[in-house]
């Protein structure tokens, strides 16, 4: 069956970096569209940024775009989030998705999404 295993989160201070990977596995991971969301306490679930299936189309959010960078490596079946400058507000657990989609596609809304990991929790200290 597909599985999304993401990890790479952490406790880190304000102004650091993290990169967030996501290894699927079960899935012709070439034909998938990936994205990643983050669910913070007492909020719903929000788009991140997502990628296309050869990475050549990427969208992320205002809150994050010159912070986030999403890649994917089809050749290992993982797609990476790196992530500068943290923020005590970028708490929250990230979730990767994934979904079959046309070449070019990226999808911003969790409902497009078929598959979800189980989350990897990433907290910034102030």
């Known amino acids: 069956q597909v599985q999304l295993v993401e990890s790479g989160g952490g406790l880190v201070q304000a102004g650091g970096s993290l990169r967030l990977s996501c290894a699927a596995s079960?899935?012709?991971?070439?034909?998938?569209?990936m994205g990643w969301f983050r669910q913070a306490p007492g909020k719903n679930r929000e788009f991140v940024a997502a990628?296309?299936?050869?990475?050549?189309?990427?969208l992320y959010a205002d809150s994050v775009k010159d912070r986030f960078t999403i890649s994917r490596d089809n050749a290992k079946n993982t797609v990476y989030l790196q992530i500068h400058s943290l923020k005590p507000e970028d708490t929250a657990v990230y979730y990767c998705?994934?979904?079959?989609?046309?070449?070019?596609?990226?999808?911003?809304?969790?409902?497009?999404?078929?598959?979800w990991g189980q989350g990897t929790q990433v907290t910034v200290s102030s």
């Open positions: 990628i296309s299936r050869n990475g050549g189309s990427t």
């Open positions: 998705a994934a979904r079959t989609a046309p070449y070019f596609s990226v999808l911003r809304t969790s409902n497009e999404y078929d598959y």
């Open positions: 079960g899935l012709t991971f070439s034909s998938y569209a």
